[in-house]
């Protein structure tokens, strides 16, 4: 992770990035996971995910996006995580659009990819708490809000 931000802070082209990048980032990779959600900002998204960096809007709304469910649909992550997780992914995330507007299309995907899944797999019980938690967060949002 430290290497990977060193690397992107000297704008250094194509470093890969994956789901399970950020889960390590965001949960460790041990065996007993310590919730750090501001090590998601290690992968310096402004520039990584970012088209002049190479990256379309779309690739990267849709790799941020699969973490997303992810995590929405893990029930061993609890709502505030995900909240912090999600907090952090939309103050950093590369975009021109309003960040409210940014989270609430972000979450709208989510929640219609969760329904598709959820016609093949039955899903926790807590993504729907989850869900809500992001979307009264995401009302109170404002480009003023303080991260966690």
């Known amino acids: 992770m430290d290497f990977s931000y ?11 990035i994956t789901v399970d990048d950020l889960e390590k980032a965001a949960f460790g990779d041990k065996a ?14 402004q520039l990584t995910l970012s088209e002049e960096y190479g990256v379309s809007y779309q690739n990267a709304f849709l790799l941020i996006g699969h973490f997303l469910i992810k995590i929405l649909i893990d029930d061993s992550i609890l709502p505030n995580v995900v909240e912090k997780i999600f907090a952090e992914i939309i103050s ?22 969760i329904n598709k899944i959820n016609q093949k797999l039955i899903i926790g019980s807590n993504v729907q708490e989850k869900i809500d938690l992001l979307c009264k967060f ?8 303080i991260i966690f």
Do not use: C, H, M
């Not at 919730?35 to 998601?40: M, S, T």
């Not at 979450?107 to 990819?113: E, H, L, R, T």
């Open 6 to 16: 060193y690397l992107s802070s000297y704008r250094f082209r194509f470093l890969p």
């Open 92 to 113: 950093t995330f590369p975009t021109n659009k309003d960040r409210k507007l940014f989270g609430k299309t972000l979450i709208v995907a989510s929640v219609n990819a």
């Open 32 to 45: 007993f996971a310590i919730v750090r959600p501001e090590q998601l900002r290690k992968f310096n998204f």
């Open 138 to 145: 995401i009302q109170t949002w404002s480009n003023n809000t």
